[in-house]
């Protein structure tokens, strides 16, 4: 019987294979990692915290996991393929976890947010909409809704810690 | 061909689905050569991922089955090698309302951490909208956390409590509503109890209770009727039983009859 961690690992799957995809651009690519991902997940679940957002951790994962291809693809040169890359990922037993989000801190930082930052926000990420659609809704230009989204999400990176170091993939 | 620097609302329309097909193709193979550009690029993705609501992807076609599977299979070997794995006793339930009042359902001890809900679809993403996202979210101070919530798809859920008569049943995103009874407060507020089931990505079922007010419905408690997993199980009649204890608390004297119901509905729940 599958344990509790695996169930919510596979009901988590849509918004993992989606987040995949928005990475890596490929949906074969997207799974492969995915189940890498899960597969780390499994081994290292003693260290996600409960009452935090599991998707947060897991994206996290993916994340790192996704970028430390590239840095490895890069310094073997182009021939080598993603598979390959991920097996090595895989085996070195790198620090992946961090990044425990607490169900509540996307919505404080939500409400934190200047107006003008988080109703761009709202339209975009949440409720789905186009550049396009989401200016005309609030009557400003495209390049405006850009800049203030772009605007609202580093500051929404920044509060929930999700600022990129250089490395990249030790502390999220 | 330029190979300046990229700038952020480049990498963040990629990561919206906002560039035309040959620019993406441009940016991604750089993407792909640049760890620093993939790490840039990866925080628009990311903070999209965490804001979104999450229901959107549970129309997405379902994940293939060679996926889930090697999940299951590495799960099942793992567990394999712990043979006092957990799960052979009952833990502990702490039930919170949106008002931060906990009541135990039941007792016990989690032989590896406390108490957890599926929390696969469970955002709390409270930013003052209405039930579109049910949440008793709060994490417990003592013994384990408790989550409960299932984020339904908002509209869905707003045109079923409108429409829906008690002992009724409607398809609502993946799985199927049921209201159960209407109440009203002592705040004057209407309130309907409702459950909602449905058994992909997993098995889970949740009783729930929303009050209407300035014209939708907002959620004001909610506790998982079932698990997923079958050796760890609350009866749906206990939530029931909470969740009608909470109507009490809140001053109803109990459900309005169907003809009161009927009146309700059509002057629009007031």
């Not at chain 2, 293939?64 to 712990?82: F, G, K, M, T, Y």
Request: aromatic share 4%.
């Amino acid at each position: 019987m599958a344990s509790h961690f695996a169930e919510e690992l596979v009901a988590l799957l849509p918004r993992l294979r989606r987040f995949a995809l928005s990475l890596t651009g490929r949906a074969d690519q997207a799974d492969d990692l995915v189940q890498s991902a899960c597969e780390r997940a499994l081994r290292a679940q003693d260290r996600w915290e409960p009452g935090t957002r599991l998707d947060s951790w897991m994206f996290c994962i993916i994340r790192n996991l996704w970028i430390d291809t590239i840095r490895r693809r890069k310094r073997a040169g182009p021939t080598e393929d993603i598979d390959a890359a991920l097996d090595l990922a895989g085996a070195d037993g790198r620090e992946t976890t961090e990044n425990a989000l607490t169900l509540t801190a996307i919505g404080a930082a939500l409400t934190r947010m200047p107006e003008d930052l988080r109703v761009v926000l709202v339209h975009v990420c949440i409720e789905d909409k186009s550049y396009r659609d989401t200016a005309t809704a609030l009557g400003i230009p495209i390049g405006t809704v850009m800049s203030r989204l772009a605007r609202a999400r580093r500051v929404l990176a920044g509060e929930i810690g999700l600022v990129p170091s250089e490395k990249g993939s030790a502390k999220p | 061909m330029t190979r300046g620097p990229v700038p952020d609302e480049a990498l963040m329309a990629l990561a919206d689905g906002e560039l035309p097909a040959d620019e993406s193709r441009t940016l991604r193979a750089r993407i792909a050569d640049d760890p620093e550009l993939a790490t840039r690029f990866a925080t628009f993705v990311e903070t999209r991922a965490l804001a979104a609501d999450p229901a959107r992807a549970q129309s997405d076609a379902p994940p293939p089955d060679a996926l889930v599977a090697s999940i299951l299979r590495r799960d099942a070997e793992i567990q394999a090698r712990q043979p006092t794995a957990a799960g052979t006793t009952r833990p502990g339930l702490h039930v919170v309302s949106q008002r931060g009042e906990r009541e135990v359902l039941a007792r016990g001890v989690s032989a590896r951490r406390g108490w957890q809900l599926p929390l696969a679809a469970s955002i709390a993403l409270a930013i003052g909208a209405a039930a579109g996202y049910l949440v008793t979210r709060e994490t417990a101070e003592r013994g384990g956390a408790v989550v409960v919530s299932i984020a339904l798809p908002q509209d869905q859920l707003q045109a079923a409590l409108d429409a829906v008569a008690s002992g009724d049943s409607r398809k609502v995103g993946d799985g199927t509503i049921t209201l159960v009874s209407t109440h009203r407060i002592a705040s004057g507020e209407i309130c309907r109890e409702f459950e909602f089931a449905r058994e992909r990505p997993v098995r889970e079922s949740l009783v729930a209770i929303a009050c209407r007010r300035d014209g939708s419905w907002r959620a004001r408690f909610a506790i998982a009727g079932t698990m997923a997993r079958s050796d760890v199980f609350v009866p749906a009649s206990g939530s029931a039983a909470l969740a009608d204890q909470h109507l009490r608390d809140l001053g109803s004297p109990g459900p309005v009859d169907e003809a009161a119901e009927a009146a309700l509905k059509r002057n629009a729940w007031r």
